[in-house]
């Protein structure tokens, strides 16, 4: 038998690059639609979240898969100045669909069932 818990999953994926771009440019091409289309199709169509965006340093997008279950995911981009003038872009990936988040019971969980008599 194993006793070892097992590993949470992570709340969010994040990626972290460096840029031969300036963090100007960067913004650009995460905010103006058709720059956004040639590296990122799928959020192409996306509009930022409000209240997520602080100009030239940080967006958010919501995404929806295209397949059932039709997760809804939620996008950041991050974007920081180097010293060299190039900028490190740090994307963080999070699941926010609902119907994952909700908690539920483990089958063993030794509460006490009871139905309702009809």
Known sequence: MNDQLPEEKPEALVFKYELDASPQKLWRALTIPEFRA???PDLAESEP?????????QISYKMREKVPPFLETQVI????????G?????I???LTDARIRQQRDAANSNHVLMMIAA
């Open 49 to 57: 979240e409000e209240g997520a965006t602080i100009p030239e340093k």
């Open 77 to 84: 981009f991050r974007i920081a100045d180097n010293d060299d």
């Open 92 to 94: 963080i990936h999070q």
């Open 86 to 90: 190039t900028a490190m872009l740090t």
């Open 38 to 40: 040639r590296w990122l």
